[in-house]
């Protein structure tokens, strides 16, 4: 009987997501669902929710417990699922983005790098690790699945330093070719595809149905529907005209990844690719606002249901469970050089095959150059902010926002320091690593 241990279990409605699925799961059917959240309220919104799930379903093997204690959520976990957000959009993601806005620099998304990324890293990574400490004393066997941004960052953290079997998972890579497609009003039928990068950097490297190349159709008509009219998707296309491939995460997210188009002197940039500044900000709100009627729908429903989503936790639980193969798009650490023009210390997101033996990443070999180039941009920040993290020296904090790529577009090299120093002091003991030490002049 595995254990499946939530860390994070107050989101909900994600939870509902992951471990619905594990219900529907029958290698997964008689598991014992451990949840945690420090949360009290949402963690036992999130029980009741499970519960009356499991009923709908007529699930009547699953365990469902909720723990105040985290070690003893931990103990004999087979599975650890990861969601938690440090800070969460009070006070932190508003310092994230109010911070940078008094210096110029504006954001979308701002959970991967750039100043928020940053911060959002250097906040979560001591508390992974410890969840890694406690995983070492009470469940050494079991496999971390993290869904947290920023995932590179804390994906390597854990595998670097937490000594914990880590796969980092996320939307973009699944969803990638089916929204294209849709989005460009081509069959998506029979289409075979491979992704490989780094997270939310990921390369639609080749796409092909019955043998034919689709991406002279696809260019075509991509490039006809940015010159032609305003849509969601602008960014990527143009990222795709430049560079010669489709990336995997949405265009708010990688408008922000890049230097190219949020930027002061060029306002009309903004309008033109139609990047939705503060994006993540209204996102939050909303579902604020949102959450006391969704509470009603949610936790509250005794008629609740759940069809089996898109995510990989499950699938990845089922497949080491049954030895039944199956693959993935995950993140795992460049060992061996997986994508071998692309530093080995480096979370890269690529093709990996599950079964009993565990996360089996695939050789991918190297990148067109360009597409490296552009990843290299954001690993440069990634793996100086696990150093800060891991170090607590102020100046690996300099250095990571100094050579992030939006950041370093906009900002002098003084602005990045300082505004650096304001957003520790304004984050106060959610950063404790870095209160008091030097700063430079």
Not at 337 to 362: F, H, M, W, Y
């Given at each position: 009987m595995p254990k499946i241990t939530y860390l994070g279990a107050g989101s909900t409605a994600?939870?509902?997501?992951?471990?619905?699925?594990?219900?529907l799961t029958p290698a997964l059917a008689d598991a014992e669902f451990a949840l945690f959240d420090i949360d009290h309220q949402r963690l036992k919104d999130s029980e009741q929710m499970l519960l009356n799930l499991a009923k709908t379903l007529g699930n009547t093997t699953v365990k469902i417990k909720s723990y105040h204690d985290r070690k003893e959520a931990l103990r004999g976990a087979t599975y650890?699922?990861?969601?938690?957000?440090?800070?969460?959009?009070?006070?932190?993601?508003?310092?994230?983005?109010?911070?940078?806005?008094?210096?110029?620099?504006?954001?979308?998304?701002?959970?991967?790098?750039?100043?928020?990324?940053?911060?959002?890293?250097?906040?979560?990574?001591?508390?992974?690790?410890?969840?890694?400490?406690?995983?070492?004393?009470?469940?050494?066997?079991?496999?971390?699945?993290?869904?947290?941004?920023?995932?590179?960052?804390l994906t390597g953290a854990m595998i670097r330093h937490g000594g914990v079997k880590t796969v980092g998972l996320c939307h973009s890579v699944q969803v990638c070719v089916p929204h294209l497609l849709r989005d460009l009003g081509i069959e998506n039928k029979g289409v075979k595809s491979t992704i490989a990068g780094i997270n939310h950097m990921a390369w639609l490297l080749s796409i092909t149905k019955d043998g034919k190349d689709l991406y002279p159709e696809i260019k075509q008509r991509a490039f006809?529907?940015?010159?032609?009219?305003k849509h969601d998707d602008m960014v990527?296309?143009?990222?795709?005209?430049?560079?010669?491939?489709?990336?995997?995460?949405?265009?708010?997210?990688?408008?922000?990844?890049?230097?190219?188009?949020?930027?002061?002197?060029?306002?009309e940039l903004i309008d033109r690719f139609n990047i939705p500044l503060d994006e993540y900000i209204r996102r939050c709100i909303e579902q604020i606002e949102r959450w006391e009627s969704m509470r009603e729908d949610i936790v509250e429903n005794k008629g609740l249901t759940h069809e089996r989503t898109n995510e990989y936790a499950s699938y990845i639980m089922e497949a080491m469970e049954t030895n039944v193969p199956y693959q993935i798009g995950g993140n795992v650490l460049n060992e061996g050089g997986l994508i071998?023009?692309?530093?080995?210390?480096?979370?890269?997101?690529?093709?990996?095959?599950?079964?009993?033996n565990g996360v089996q990443p695939t050789y991918v070999g190297e990148l067109p150059e360009q597409l490296a180039a552009l990843n290299r941009t954001n690993i440069n920040t990634q793996l100086l902010t696990i150093e800060a993290a891991i170090t607590g020296d102020r100046e690996k904090v300099y250095q990571a926002a100094l050579l992030d790529p939006h950041t370093a577009a906009e900002l002098s090299m003084d602005d990045i320091v300082a505004m650096c120093d304001e957003m520790i002091e304004v984050h106060g003991d959610w950063v404790p690593q870095f209160q008091g030490k030097r700063v430079l002049t």
């Amino acid at each position: 009987m595995p254990k499946i241990t939530y860390l994070g279990a107050g989101s909900t409605a994600f939870a509902k997501n992951v471990l619905g699925d594990c219900m529907l799961t029958p290698a997964l059917a008689d598991a014992e669902f451990a949840l945690f959240d420090i949360d009290h309220q949402r963690l036992k919104d999130s029980e009741q929710m499970l519960l009356n799930l499991a009923k709908t379903l007529g699930n009547t093997t699953v365990k469902i417990k909720s723990y105040h204690d985290r070690k003893e959520a931990l103990r004999g976990a087979t599975y650890v699922v990861n969601s938690i957000q440090v800070g969460r959009y009070d006070p932190c993601t508003i310092t994230d983005f109010d911070i940078p806005k008094k210096y110029g620099l504006r954001q979308t998304i701002a959970d991967t790098i750039g100043i928020g990324g940053l911060f959002r890293a250097l906040r979560t990574i001591p508390v992974m690790l410890d969840f890694a400490k406690d995983m070492n004393e009470v469940c050494p066997d079991a496999w971390f699945l993290n869904y947290t941004n920023p995932m590179a960052a804390l994906t390597g953290a854990m595998i670097r330093h937490g000594g914990v079997k880590t796969v980092g998972l996320c939307h973009s890579v699944q969803v990638c070719v089916p929204h294209l497609l849709r989005d460009l009003g081509i069959e998506n039928k029979g289409v075979k595809s491979t992704i490989a990068g780094i997270n939310h950097m990921a390369w639609l490297l080749s796409i092909t149905k019955d043998g034919k190349d689709l991406y002279p159709e696809i260019k075509q008509r991509a490039f006809a529907k940015n010159r032609t009219e305003k849509h969601d998707d602008m960014v990527r296309y143009e990222i795709m005209k430049r560079f010669g491939h489709y990336v995997t995460e949405s265009s708010e997210h990688n408008a922000e990844y890049t230097p190219y188009f949020i930027k002061r002197h060029y306002p009309e940039l903004i309008d033109r690719f139609n990047i939705p500044l503060d994006e993540y900000i209204r996102r939050c709100i909303e579902q604020i606002e949102r959450w006391e009627s969704m509470r009603e729908d949610i936790v509250e429903n005794k008629g609740l249901t759940h069809e089996r989503t898109n995510e990989y936790a499950s699938y990845i639980m089922e497949a080491m469970e049954t030895n039944v193969p199956y693959q993935i798009g995950g993140n795992v650490l460049n060992e061996g050089g997986l994508i071998s023009n692309l530093p080995r210390k480096a979370v890269v997101e690529v093709p990996c095959l599950i079964d009993q033996n565990g996360v089996q990443p695939t050789y991918v070999g190297e990148l067109p150059e360009q597409l490296a180039a552009l990843n290299r941009t954001n690993i440069n920040t990634q793996l100086l902010t696990i150093e800060a993290a891991i170090t607590g020296d102020r100046e690996k904090v300099y250095q990571a926002a100094l050579l992030d790529p939006h950041t370093a577009a906009e900002l002098s090299m003084d602005d990045i320091v300082a505004m650096c120093d304001e957003m520790i002091e304004v984050h106060g003991d959610w950063v404790p690593q870095f209160q008091g030490k030097r700063v430079l002049t």
